[in-house]
Every structure is written in C-alpha cells, then in structure tokens.
C-alpha cells in the first residue's frame, strides 16, 4: 500500500478488517499528513460543483458523502466515528460576479435534490454524517445573515445541509487505527521511488532514513497525491492527458467571540473561498486569488511545494499569508481579521484542466476523471475528493480481494 492519506489508511483498515496483511508505505512520520489533512473537510453533497452541466460531478459526491459515515464505522468503529465533531451548516452565498446566475445554481441544486431523493430511496441504509435531511438547500433572504455577512454585493444566498469534519481529529482517528491494527505493518519514512513488475508481482523500491529500500508484493494499490502519476508511469500505467497540481494555502485560526455562532460559508461559484465554522471556536479560513501560491502541469508537483505540504512555513511567511487572508475575508465576513492565526499551511489540489476556475470552460469544474484503474495487480486509487477517498478506498480493496 503506497501512501497513508485518507485513502490509503481506508484501503488498509478495509484489507486488514477482512483477514489481509498490508504493508502500508508513507514517505512522512505519521499517516494522514498532507492533502488529507491540509483542506477544508467539507464532506461535499454535490453542490458546488453546478458548473458540470452533465451532474457527473454531483452525482459522484453525493454517492461518496452518503456512504462516508457507514464506510468509517466499519474501519474505525462505531464509537470513533459518533465523536467526529461537524462543523456548523454551510450557506452558499452568491457573489454579485458569480459564475452562474442565482437561478442557473437553484435549478442544479433541485437537480442534486432529485439525485439525493432517488438515493435515499434506492439505498434506505445510507445517511449524510449520521443524519438524512429531508432538504440539501433552501434559498433564503440575505438579510436574513446581516449579523454576520456584509450582504450588499450578495446576490443571494442558500442555506444547506453541508458540513465539514475537523481534519485533524480525523487524523488521529485513523493514525490510533492503524497503530492498533495487528495487521497492519506500517512504515513511515518510506518514500517509493519505483514500482517494478516482476514474475511473481511487483517489486516497490525507494529510500528513507536508513537507505534504500524495496519490498515484494503480489498486489500494489497506489494511494499516493502529489506523486501518483510518477510512480504510476513506472508500474506502467500512462497518466491520462490535462492534469494541473495547484498549491493552495489555509489558514486554522481562533475566532473572536463575536463569530463563534456564525455560519460556514460557501461563496459561488468562482475563485472565492470559504470559512468553516467549527464548535470548538476554530475556523477554517481561504481565500482562492491569496491562497493559490503554485500551478503545474508537470508529472508531479515542483520540490519547492515539499516544506508547505508538511506544514513547515517560515514565520515571516506564515503572518503575511494569515493577514493577507483574513484581511480579504474580512471585507464580506466582519471580524474576521481578529481571528488569531493558529496554523497556516498548504495542501496540493491536483485535478484536470488547462485554465483556472474563474473560466466558465475550465476542466476544474469537473471532477469526475477519478476512480480506481488497474492493471492486474497494480491499482492506482485517484480519490478525487475527500467525500469520496472511502468510496474509491472500498473499490480498491474490492479489486485486490477479486484477485487474491
């Protein structure tokens, strides 16, 4: 197993669960590093994605998000998954230069409504974190936030069902998982360089600490972010045409008390950002035209990304990007360059698309190019998402079962 991400860690804990011995690669000290652990958390019910016409995107999400919570009860146990503190509902609020008019984003959010209908009547056992709303989205008066929200250049606002979950806490979910598991044989420090077949399997090399490295496996399954289509082209699997790796950074801060009970906020649909309220008094802060620091179309993103990924910034830098992004969040959310910046990092976005999200044609829109792909005993898992890394995790395991 290559990579312990979110989707990495699930493929193992659902291997291990089912009688399988994984040995379980990670290039950092601790599972769940980087991408996983670097985002927002939102566990997305297809919502944002409106400008994907085809409902590909949406319909993707909403199949990850409503089998998020019974896909983690089965690997961390009932009992870890109930203590995942949500964050407080989204409200997507309409920029005045949104990409889709008010209407155009009420007619895809009906249309995600009717998905989410026929899921839930198709698949009785499935819930949306624990709960099955009877309503994703309701448009509702902009005035209605004015506590909160400079609404003046809002052009409308809806309130949803969207939550987020504390990454963090995540994390250590899933690193106590994996620690206890007597199946599981995790190694950190192990960055891959290669994976070879041979006769018998694969053979995965890299290097540590210690020095090289390689281990002999019948069965591989690439969950690596950043450098999965590397190592991908070596099993020999060519990675498929477009892909874009963007760095993006966010800001973990302390809200003022004024902001405590205010809402998580979504603004549409364009280079915006967003603000995840979470009960603790911690918000989750980005804002896209000061965030997005890096773009690239190369095979795997430039060395220089490394340090922000594993959350080592300058101080100096660190400042500048927290005042630069709650000072632009600020002026729709009020008080929120009081926050006190906790920590600030970056995660890599890696997607499909030439041009940036402020283009109406960008393949940024869609996100539904990810999956699993074989080559038959090599997997290579592109969660897309966080919403559907335990989706795709679940279809991994199931493949490398079929060829046990």
């Not at 009932?78 to 230069?97: E, K, N, Q």
């Not at 409504?113 to 009547?121: E, K, N, S, V």
Request: hydrophobic share 40%.
């Amino acid at each position: 197993m290559l990579g312990a991400g979110l989707a990495g860690a699930s493929v193992a804990l659902d291997l291990a669960g089912r009688g399988v011995p994984v040995i379980l690669l990670e290039r950092d000290p601790l599972a769940f590093s980087r991408a996983s652990l670097r985002n927002e958390g939102k566990i997305h019910l297809g919502l944002i994605y409106a400008n994907d016409a085809s409902l590909a995107t949406a319909a993707l999400q909403l199949r990850g998000a409503l089998q998020f919570s019974s896909l983690l009860r089965g690997w961390l146990g009932p009992a870890a998954t109930a203590s995942l503190r949500p964050s407080r509902p989204f409200h997507y609020v309409v920029a005045d230069d949104s990409l889709l008019s008010p209407a155009r984003l009420e007619t895809h959010y009906d249309a995600v409504q009717r998905l989410y209908d026929a899921m839930l009547r198709q698949q009785p056992q499935v819930d949306y974190l624990g709960t099955r709303p009877a309503r994703l989205s309701t448009r509702v008066d902009p005035g209605s936030l004015r506590r909160y929200l400079s609404v003046d250049r809002l052009a409308a606002v809806f309130e949803t069902a969207e939550l987020a979950l504390d990454t963090a806490q995540l994390a250590a979910l899933f690193r106590d998982a994996i620690r206890q598991h007597p199946r599981i044989d995790f190694r950190p420090g192990h960055r891959v360089a290669s994976v070879t077949p041979t006769d018998t399997g694969h053979r995965v090399a890299g290097d540590g600490p210690a020095g090289p490295w390689h281990v002999d496996s019948r069965q591989v399954v690439n969950c690596l972010w950043e450098e999965r289509r590397r190592i991908d082209r070596s099993a020999g699997i060519e990675p498929g045409a477009g892909w874009v790796h963007r760095l993006k950074y966010r800001v973990i801060a302390r809200l003022p008390e004024a902001l405590r009970q205010g809402p998580s906020v979504t603004m549409v649909l364009g280079p915006y950002g967003d603000v995840v309220v979470r009960e603790d008094g911690t918000a989750y802060f980005s804002w896209y035209p000061s965030a997005l620091r890096g773009w690239s179309h190369e095979l795997m993103p430039p060395a220089h990304w490394d340090a922000a990924c594993r959350g080592e910034l300058p101080g100096e830098l660190a400042a500048s990007l927290a005042n630069e992004v709650l000072g632009a969040i600020d002026a729709w959310y009020p008080g929120a360059r009081l926050s006190e910046a906790l920590i600030v990092d970056a995660g890599a976005i890696v997607g499909y698309g030439k041009t940036d999200v402020d283009d109406p044609a960008s393949g940024l829109h869609d996100r539904s190019r990810v999956g699993v792909e074989s080559n038959g005993g090599y997997h290579s898992l592109d969660p897309g998402k966080l919403t559907t890394a335990p989706l795709f995790a679940r279809e991994a395991a199931e493949r490398v079962l079929a060829r046990a």
